[in-house]
């Protein structure tokens, strides 16, 4: 960040008054400029016993696949922006958004949250952000071209819940490049 939002002016670094971490002043009107983690949302889209994919159409991650995700809109709820960003990236339609997974990505300051949910048909086909996708079983996972750690825990945590029959709400802290 360079310059005030508020008057324009360069800003500078430097600890707040009854603050204790550095932040982006502006010396001229005294703007604090604060910046927070953003946050994720996405879904684990079920069709029977299968899973949608997406694979990635850009960086990061070009070619590989992922779960529909993406950043959280000014003014959505999270669900409301899980829902969006399925149809942008599969134009698949999902019912019953169920919370699955709170994942910390502190080391890029970023918070997903991830929902188990149902497609409502299969009239999904590749958006903007997509090369193609698919429903795939579970042993047709491709776990070794999966785009993300974050996607890799989502899928490893659904598939061994599904198995048990039992779904929790998750919460992990999830390393960089962290190999499961
Ligand atoms: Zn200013």
């Known amino acids: 960040m360079k310059f005030c939002t508020n008057c324009g002016k360069p800003l500078i670094e430097q ?6 971490r550095v932040r982006y002043v502006c010396p001229f009107c005294n703007t604090v400029h604060y910046e927070n983690p953003k946050m994720v949302v996405g879904c684990i889209p079920e069709w029977k016993n299968q899973i949608l994919l997406c694979k990635r159409a850009i960086e990061p991650g070009l070619g590989k696949w992922t779960l529909p995700a993406g950043y959280l809109e000014k003014g959505e709820s999270v669900a409301e922006g899980a829902r969006r960003e399925a149809w942008e990236e599969a134009y698949a339609r999902l019912n019953h958004l169920t919370p699955y997974g709170i994942f910390n990505l502190a080391f890029v300051s970023q918070v997903y949250i991830m929902f188990r949910c149902q497609l409502i048909d299969t009239d999904f086909r590749p958006g903007e952000e997509s090369l193609s996708v698919r429903l795939f079983n579970e042993d047709e996972i491709p776990w070794a071209d999966l785009a993300f750690t ?31």
């Open 15 to 20: 600890i707040p008054i009854g603050d204790d």
């Open 150 to 180: 974050v996607i890799e825990k989502s899928l490893t945590l659904y598939f061994h819940d599904r198995k048990k029959g039992i779904f929790a709400v998750h919460m992990e802290d999830i390393e960089p490049r962290q190999r499961l």
